[in-house]
């Protein structure tokens, strides 16, 4: 594999200034994603080293300080509304410029797929689609559903999407958890891809 391409450190580099950044469970969550988004990027045809590479690194924002987050939010001049949320929100969609300054990747759609890795979006391109899945259903991952999750993983993009989406809503719904727009746009898009039973 080969990183340098998108931006100006190897996988090595990359390797350890994540774990100077994130605790050991999320390193190896970090790991479990980039290997998931690797499989699912053959199996789909998009680009393997762009989806590794997105996935490797989409949670490096993760434990951030709320402080620095909202002080991003103004500095990059991002959505206001985007301060009445948190840390889940804002690791990807804000999280993405940190990846970008702090571990120099240039290239924007494997910004765009961190940016979007919480929320998904009803524009998703296939390497969006592939780290928001590979989150979800990477090896370390142990929830109801999940396997069911790997095994629609195997037949379509559009119908794990769909399946990750409304099961993530209904999670957040009936712990009282409020929804992101961007998620519900996410979910009205794709419902259309749930399986009829
Ligand atoms: P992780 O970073 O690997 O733990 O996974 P994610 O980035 O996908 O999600 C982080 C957290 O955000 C999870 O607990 C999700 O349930 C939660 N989350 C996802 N969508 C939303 C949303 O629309 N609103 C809120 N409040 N939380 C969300
Ligand atoms: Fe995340
Ligand atoms: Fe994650």
Known sequence: ??????????????LKKIQERVSEKRYKHMLGVEKSARELAERFGVNCDKAGLAGLLH???????????????????LDPDLKNWGNNIW???????????????????ILRAIALHTTGSKDMTDLDKIVYVADY????????????????????????????????ISHLA????????????????????????
């Open 1 to 14: 594999m080969s990183y340098l391409e998108y931006g100006k450190f190897t996988r090595d580099e990359l």
């Open 59 to 77: 949670d490096y924002a993760k434990e951030l300080s709320d402080q620095d987050f909202l002080q991003l939010i103004t500095e990059k001049n």
């Open 91 to 109: 690791h990807g969609l804000v999280g993405s410029y940190v990846v970008a300054s702090e571990l120099g990747i240039t290239n924007d759609e």
């Open 137 to 168: 259903i990477e090896e370390n991952r142990q929830f109801p559903g999940v396997d069911r999750a790997r095994e629609i993983a195997c037949v379509s993009l559009n119908q794990v999407v769909a399946y990750e989406t409304a099961h993530t």
């Open 174 to 197: 009936n712990k009282g958890i409020p929804i992101y727009p961007k998620t519900l746009e996410t979910y009205n898009y794709f419902v259309n891809y749930l399986e009829q039973k």
